[in-house]
């Protein structure tokens, strides 16, 4: 259920309520806007009048919230989520606000020179983030698993010399303690984007969470895997559309721009596009991420290496360093448009 203070409620009339949720069986999650505090109610074993809850002091309205995800829903915070990373020397990133925010690398860290030289043309491009995966989740055993730790120390380093702040993925729960270490966001791959186990432990943690769509997820099952973090306490969650599977093949997956506005309408959870892995293809990527900044994302998330060609994972879908630089000019032309910057 949902409960909207009065503006002005005070803090003993805000408890109050709270009280009388957890009496009912309610978890209670509480946010504080900047005219209204909203409590979330999760759970509850009995039945009750929502009556109960419009008729106590300081209380201006209450609903039952018949979604399946209460947490995630728009109606928890109508204002929208804008997620802040940075601090320790790095200067402030906030991903849901007005700045479209630029998350770009290669697919995975390989050697030294590699993510310096990665990290220098994402920086120098005009990305506020570097990626890059040194745990790999691959289809194949026999495919380049990554460098592990190792990589993260070296993604680590390169994005402090360029002042970048660091995305990248955890497979694992025993891997959490070490990517809190290295990383500012974890990254939940589309394969594990319904590994419960491992989204109940990231609620846990008190770091951004970027959470990626299954290659054959609905938007309610997306909503709901966010659902488990949020009810963990962790309410820093940005969700990736990053294409489904579908019968077309000539693209690596299909892009699903529509589901972009679909959730901002849906969740108050900032949206990121991976048009990189949406599609599969170089030359694919470019028009994805014009398509998904006008269509209202908050970010973009997209390979980029210095010698595709040789990369040792998904080269042919990761630009050339000046295809990544033309597009940023295309990006800054762009987002005026749709009253956001880059």
Known sequence: MLVVM?????????QQV???????????????????????????????DVATFEVMEGVQEAHRIMSPYKLANRTFRPGGTVVKIGGGGHPPVEIGGNQVVVMAGPCSVETRDQIERAAEIVAR??????????????TSPYSFQGLGENGLELMRAAADRNGLLVVSEVMDLTQIPLLVQYADILQVGARNMQNYNLLRELGRIRKPVLLKRGIAATIEELLLSAEY????????????ERGIRTFENYTRNTMDISAIPVVK???H?????????????????APMARAALAAGADGLLME????????????????YPAQFEEL?????????AVGRSI
């Open 269 to 285: 959870l900032p949206i990121v596009a991976d048009p990189s892995h949406g599609t599969g293809r170089r030359d694919k990527v």
């Open 18 to 48: 709270i009280d009388r949720m957890v009496q009912l069986g309610f978890n209670v999650h509480r946010s504080t806007g900047v005219v209204h505090t909203v409590l979330g109610g999760v759970g509850g074993k009995q039945e009750f």
């Open 6 to 14: 009065q503006e002005g409620a005070s803090e003993a009339q805000v």
């Open 328 to 336: 940023m000019g295309q990006l800054r032309m762009i987002a005026p």
């Open 229 to 240: 973090i949020l009810a963990g306490g962790n309410y820093d969650v940005i969700l990736c």
């Open 304 to 319: 980029v290496h210095h010698d595709p060609d040789h990369a040792l994972s998904d080269g042919a879908q990761s630009l």
């Open 125 to 138: 491009g005009g990305a506020k983030i570097i990626r890059g995966g040194a745990f790999k989740p691959r």
């Open 265 to 267: 309408k849906l969740s």
